[in-house]
């Protein structure tokens, strides 16, 4: 179990449970980082004592600084520097990157290089540069454990048991909008988007699990975690959130993993694992259930997760400019500047119009991520 944790995006949704989690089992947090919310950053401070934060806002960073001046804490700077120096805080086991999208890249490879466990929440990370913040941790022996509760789960069934896997098996709830056509989509607000029947988010992957292009990117995430083909990951619709996803091995047995929908769990789990420990949540209780429905996705009504793989399959910078095109996507969606529908049409665009790279550097990847996000951008400006 580790003993300190750095968390990156501490203020978020996993952040804040992250932080909770930490409290209650005594982890020490020396750092913290997010963007703009100075009051919760203030309070964090007060209940961690850490020995750094920082604000990514330059607003918010002048804001923290002033109301720090004369403490014994390092105020880091605004930007992606500030949360690059969380990432590889001296003295630190672990970084729970709770970013959101690709901003957390360049921090989790500076964690790995520090040699950190990552309990990795931030999923565009894996699906932009997956295999290049794989091969970094193999090299520097750094853990990543994920935090993703599909893929928590899968890593529980899974342990010790790696070369047995014959498939994986990625359950989803299909989001609020399941069984819609796209003529009942196109009226879709924000609001409604990112009201999640069965699970509490951040803003950005409320809408992801609504397009179910959250479910395409935690493929990728599969794909990149567990070294697995996409013909080895199945997708199931499962609307009661309670089999967080299960693995098939050679022999056709099936392990899934069961729990409430509640982040704690696996959270907790990446920074106690090897180890358990009591949880504090609700229970699970089989008795109470209804029962657990297992569906065949219908790709026809999908077409972001249909695209997500298709760039799963094709691999290279795909990925990347799908991850970027869709987070600014989402990004103009939340401020009302395009509609629901054209969040897939616009992220499609992205992935056919920019140049396909076979084997991209981290630079490639960088600039894909750049140019994908302009085009995107410049269309609804
Ligand atoms: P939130 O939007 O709730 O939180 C994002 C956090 O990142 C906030 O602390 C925010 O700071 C900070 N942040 C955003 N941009 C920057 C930046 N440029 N520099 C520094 N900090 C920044 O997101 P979630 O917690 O929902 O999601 C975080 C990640 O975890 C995502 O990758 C998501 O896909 C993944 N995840 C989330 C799940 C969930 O249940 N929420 C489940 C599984 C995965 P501020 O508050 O100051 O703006
Ligand atoms: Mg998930």
Redesign the pocket.
């Given at each position: 179990m580790v003993k300190s944790t750095v968390i990156l995006?501490?203020?978020?949704?996993?952040?804040r449970q992250s932080a909770a989690v930490c409290e209650r089992l005594g982890i020490r947090v020396p750092a913290v980082?997010?963007?703009?919310?100075v009051g919760l950053l203030l309070k964090q401070v007060e209940t961690f004592k850490p020995e750094y934060v920082s604000?990514?806002d330059p607003g918010a960073n002048r804001e923290l600084r002033e109301a720090l001046s004369g403490r014994d804490i390092t105020v880091g700077p605004p930007g992606e520097e500030g949360?690059r120096a969380a990432a590889a805080w001296p003295g630190a086991d672990c970084v729970v990157t709770?970013?959101?999208?690709a901003?957390g890249l360049r921090p989790t490879l500076d964690a790995i290089d520090a040699g950190r466990r990552i309990a990795l929440?931030?999923?565009?990370t894996l699906v932009c540069a997956g295999e290049i913040v794989m091969r970094r941790a193999a090299e520097k022996g750094a853990e990543i454990v994920p935090?993703?509760?599909e893929h928590s789960a899968i890593f529980q069934c899974l342990s010790g048991r790696g070369g047995e896997l014959r498939k994986i098996l990625l359950t989803g709830s299909g989001g609020p909008f399941r069984g819609w056509t796209r003529e009942q989509t196109a009226h879709v607000t924000p609001e409604q988007a990112v009201k999640h029947p069965n699970?509490s988010?951040?803003?950005?992957?409320s809408v992801d699990s609504a397009t179910m292009m959250n479910k395409g990117l935690e493929f990728i995430e599969a794909m990149r975690l567990f070294g697995a083909a996409p013909e080895d990951i199945e997708v199931l619709i499962h609307p009661e959130s309670v089999v967080h996803s299960a693995v098939e091995l050679v022999d056709g047995t099936v392990i899934a993993q069961l729990g409430v929908p509640d982040?704690a769990l696996p959270i907790q789990y990446a920074l106690t694992y090897p180890e358990r420990k009591p949880g504090a949540g609700e229970r699970l209780d089989l008795t109470r259930l209804a029962g657990l429905t297992f569906l065949k996705p219908d790709f026809g009504k999908l077409p972001c997760l249909a695209l997500a793989i298709s760039c799963a399959k094709r691999g290279g910078n795909a990925p990347a400019v799908l991850s970027a095109a869709n987070e600014a996507a989402v990004g103009l969606f939340l401020r009302g500047k395009l509609g629901y529908n054209q969040i897939y049409e616009s992220v499609e665009r992205a992935v056919s119009g920019i140049g396909f790279i076979e084997r991209p550097s981290l630079e490639d990847i960088l600039a894909s991520d750049r140019e994908a996000r302009t085009l995107v951008e410049e269309s609804y400006s």
């Amino acid at each position: 179990m580790v003993k300190s944790t750095v968390i990156l995006g501490s203020t978020g949704s996993i952040g804040r449970q992250s932080a909770a989690v930490c409290e209650r089992l005594g982890i020490r947090v020396p750092a913290v980082a997010a963007n703009r919310n100075v009051g919760l950053l203030l309070k964090q401070v007060e209940t961690f004592k850490p020995e750094y934060v920082s604000a990514a806002d330059p607003g918010a960073n002048r804001e923290l600084r002033e109301a720090l001046s004369g403490r014994d804490i390092t105020v880091g700077p605004p930007g992606e520097e500030g949360l690059r120096a969380a990432a590889a805080w001296p003295g630190a086991d672990c970084v729970v990157t709770a970013v959101s999208g690709a901003v957390g890249l360049r921090p989790t490879l500076d964690a790995i290089d520090a040699g950190r466990r990552i309990a990795l929440a931030n999923k565009e990370t894996l699906v932009c540069a997956g295999e290049i913040v794989m091969r970094r941790a193999a090299e520097k022996g750094a853990e990543i454990v994920p935090v993703d509760s599909e893929h928590s789960a899968i890593f529980q069934c899974l342990s010790g048991r790696g070369g047995e896997l014959r498939k994986i098996l990625l359950t989803g709830s299909g989001g609020p909008f399941r069984g819609w056509t796209r003529e009942q989509t196109a009226h879709v607000t924000p609001e409604q988007a990112v009201k999640h029947p069965n699970w509490s988010m951040g803003a950005k992957i409320s809408v992801d699990s609504a397009t179910m292009m959250n479910k395409g990117l935690e493929f990728i995430e599969a794909m990149r975690l567990f070294g697995a083909a996409p013909e080895d990951i199945e997708v199931l619709i499962h609307p009661e959130s309670v089999v967080h996803s299960a693995v098939e091995l050679v022999d056709g047995t099936v392990i899934a993993q069961l729990g409430v929908p509640d982040m704690a769990l696996p959270i907790q789990y990446a920074l106690t694992y090897p180890e358990r420990k009591p949880g504090a949540g609700e229970r699970l209780d089989l008795t109470r259930l209804a029962g657990l429905t297992f569906l065949k996705p219908d790709f026809g009504k999908l077409p972001c997760l249909a695209l997500a793989i298709s760039c799963a399959k094709r691999g290279g910078n795909a990925p990347a400019v799908l991850s970027a095109a869709n987070e600014a996507a989402v990004g103009l969606f939340l401020r009302g500047k395009l509609g629901y529908n054209q969040i897939y049409e616009s992220v499609e665009r992205a992935v056919s119009g920019i140049g396909f790279i076979e084997r991209p550097s981290l630079e490639d990847i960088l600039a894909s991520d750049r140019e994908a996000r302009t085009l995107v951008e410049e269309s609804y400006s």
